[in-house]
């Protein structure tokens, strides 16, 4: 069974990083798409990065210049690099992934999801 195991998230002072990874594991062929979303209570999870099957990256506006997504396909797992943290970024954050497991076979998942607080 497929599952995706996210670490790396904690309490960093304002000004710092944090660097979050999203392995999958199980047997896959390799991860196509990958995203990173977070949510606040009250709020809806909303998307901050992510990496298409080419290798395209997105952001949202508020996290671009700070925030890097990457994937390593020999190791099956996505990172999110978040620098120049902020307050308004703390958050629960999820890794989601479209995963091919065979030729015939893409299911998409969520990971756990981590909490990331920035403190002032």
């Known amino acids: 069974q497929v599952q995706l195991v996210e670490s790396g998230g904690g309490l960093v002072q304002a000004g710092g990083s944090l660097r979050r990874s999203c392995a999958a594991s199980?047997?896959?062929?390799?991860?196509?798409?990958l995203g990173w979303f977070r949510q606040t209570p009250g709020k809806q999870r909303e998307l901050v990065a992510s990496?298409?099957?080419?290798?395209?990256?997105r952001y949202a506006d508020s996290v671009k210049g700070r925030f890097t997504i990457s994937r390593d396909n020999t190791e099956n797992t996505g990172y999110l690099q978040m620098n120049s943290l902020k307050p308004d970024d703390s958050a629960v954050y999820y890794c989601?992934?479209?995963?091919?497991?065979?030729?015939?076979?893409?299911?998409?998942?969520w990971g756990q999801g981590t909490q990331v607080t920035v403190s002032s």
């Open positions: 989601n992934a479209v995963v091919r497991i065979n030729v015939l076979d893409i299911r998409g998942y």
């Open positions: 199980g047997s896959i062929l390799a991860i196509n798409n």
């Open positions: 990496m298409a099957e080419s290798g395209i990256t």
